[in-house]
């Protein structure tokens, strides 16, 4: 893949002219797990599965370029992501990571921590973060905007200040994916994405990525990844391949989407706060009177009431009792994820339908 073509048409390009052998246009689906060799000694790059699939090479190319990374690995989830950038740093490192997390991230952080393993800071504010960054430092996790609460952290900044203490930064880009933010590119060492949000983008595959340029760090993961497994499957790479070919139109319409309802949500009496950083279709809000929620999820007919985001249909989230629902009720409540907070996952549907549904809702 052409690293110099415009992000839109690397895209619409994903995976296509990869088969030389018979021309066909998309990736074809390669279900077999072994290959046979040419002759003894010999391998044409393909031997096993579980090491090298061309279906997930193919993605894994376009995952690499749409992050202006030279390197990229697919995943059999987000977590797996997380877990195998994790596991090239030694048993003892100590991560400053931000405090508003992925509730799925922070458990296993926490697991990690219990067993010895990593020692974890967290830090609530660009501010904390650097005042943490000691020359004992080895790892920066940051996920902006944050999830649910919506707050940027300054990728080129805190880059430029963790590697003049030998640490390395690692970027969750889930939520505003290569469209809003190329981490990367702001001098960051690894990106990862739950790749089930917006690059897949139809809530139907479960899928991890990780981008890099350093090339020790891709040959550490990849050693790694070939160890232990996590691989992502032929066909959910085919399937994500698809997805990701819509990102952009679906990034932009979702954006849109989110704009009228946040500045709906902003006028609507029933709403105390709306945490709309301005892009991407991720919105938190607060609403005034708790006792509504129930009747709020139970009412609204357009969005559905599930856990994750970044598909084509409209999610609401209660992160108190689901995405976050792990981290101690304490600990949320100290940083602002309180009981009163929603969450939206905009879609691409008609905005007007996404404001008559909630308007509906709000108003009992
Ligand atoms: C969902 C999510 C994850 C975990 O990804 P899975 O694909 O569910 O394993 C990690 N980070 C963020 C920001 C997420 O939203």
């Known amino acids: ?209 990780l981008m890099t340029s350093d090339k020790e760090l891709y040959e550490n993961l990849f050693y790694n990844l070939n160890t232990t497994g996590a691989v992502l499957s032929p066909f959910d790479s085919y399937l994500l391949l698809r997805g990701l070919k819509t990102l952009s139109l679906r990034m932009e319409r979702s954006t849109k989407n989110a704009q009228a309802v946040a500045a709906f949500l902003k006028d609507s009496p029933a709403v105390k706060e709306v945490l709309y950083p301005g892009k991407g279709g991720m919105i938190s809000f607060k609403v005034k009177n708790e006792a509504v929620i129930p009747h709020l999820l139970n009412t609204l007919k357009v969005f559905t009431f599930a856990e994750s985001l970044g598909g084509v249909e409209s999610l609401i989230t209660y992160p108190a009792t689901q995405t976050h629902a792990d981290i101690p009720a304490e600990v949320r409540k100290s940083y602002g994820l309180t009981d009163d907070l929603l969450r939206l996952s905009i879609g691409i549907e008609d905005s007007q339908d996404l404001i008559t549904d909630l308007k509906f809702a709000l108003e009992v």
């Open 1 to 209: 893949m052409d690293k110099k073509l415009q992000l839109d048409t690397i895209l619409a390009h994903a995976g296509i002219k990869t088969d030389e052998a018979t021309g066909a246009l998309t990736t074809p689906l390669h279900f077999s797990t072994t290959y046979q060799h040419p002759e003894f000694g010999k391998s044409i790059g393909y031997d096993y599965t579980r090491t090298k699939n061309p279906t997930r090479s193919s993605l894994e190319k376009t995952l690499a370029a749409i992050e202006s990374a030279d390197y990229a690995l697919a995943t059999s989830s987000g977590m797996s992501a997380i877990v195998l950038a994790f596991s090239v740093f030694p048993v003892g490192s100590r991560v400053i990571a931000v405090r508003d997390l992925y509730g799925g991230s922070f458990r296993w952080f926490h697991q990690v921590e219990q067993e010895g393993r990593f020692h974890f800071t967290y830090a609530n504010t660009e501010e904390e973060l650097l005042a943490a960054l000691t020359e004992d430092i080895d790892v920066v996790y940051l996920e902006t905007p944050t999830n649910p609460l919506m707050l940027e952290f300054d990728v080129a900044f805190i880059a430029e200040k963790a590697h003049a203490k030998g640490a390395k930064v690692i970027v969750d880009n889930t939520f505003y994916t290569p469209i809003y933010q190329r981490p990367l590119e702001n001098g960051a060492d690894l990106v990862l994405h739950s790749a089930t949000k917006y690059l897949g983008g139809h809530n139907d595959v479960l899928a991890g990525a």
